[in-house]
């Protein structure tokens, strides 16, 4: 989770757009990281993820002459890698979203086994919570929480401005902190 210098990135995907591999395997190495736990968080699945992020860093490949310099190009990568997930997200049918058994469990060293079911728990209800909220919504906070994205970095790649993103995640928060209620007391 580099903040790298803006025009260090546009130079490398300018040699991207050249064909330069190398440079791709730069590019990569730099945002692979965050674009994974963006991909992660809207696939929930680690495999899914990791197989996401090749089919957009492919993409980013082939279009890189097309990138237009109007935002960050970790902006760019972000949308590229939420819209790509989000798409394949539509094209699951709806019985290979219900299981999430299989997601992988942080171990807590020192949870007991009654606090440790606790947690996976809670992790299953913000799972399903995360579900019902609506896609914008859910986009949002995921890109706030999980990629660090800054609101106006949001807003650029979801085409909003900084105060509508902002009225997103207050609606998501309010949703999640009502439906968490039992758990926050």
Request: glycine share 4%; with cysteine.
């Amino acid at each position: 989770m580099t903040s790298e210098p803006t025009d260090l990135d546009y130079a490398v995907l300018r040699r991207v757009a050249k064909g330069d591999q190398d440079a791709l395997a730069e590019l990569i190495r730099r945002h692979q990281p965050r674009l994974y736990q963006v991909a992660y968080r809207l696939l929930k699945d680690p495999l899914e993820a990791e197989d996401a992020l090749q089919e957009v860093f492919l993409k980013v490949y082939e279009s890189a002459h097309r990138f237009e310099p109007k935002a960050k190009v970790s902006t760019w990568l972000h949308r590229i890698t939420a819209n790509h997930c989000l798409n394949l997200l539509r094209q699951r049918h709806p019985q290979d979203s219900l299981d999430q058994d299989d997601a992988p469990a942080v171990p807590d060293s020192g949870a007991t086994p009654l606090q440790a079911l606790e947690e996976q728990d809670l992790s299953r209800r913000l799972e399903a919570l995360l579900d019902a909220l609506p896609e914008n919504q859910r986009r949002a906070l995921v890109l706030k929480r999980f990629a660090g994205l800054s609101y106006q970095e949001i807003g650029e790649e979801m085409g909003l401005s900084p105060q509508a993103v902002d009225g997103l995640l207050k609606r998501a928060r309010q949703f999640l902190k009502k439906e968490l209620q039992d758990y926050l007391e």
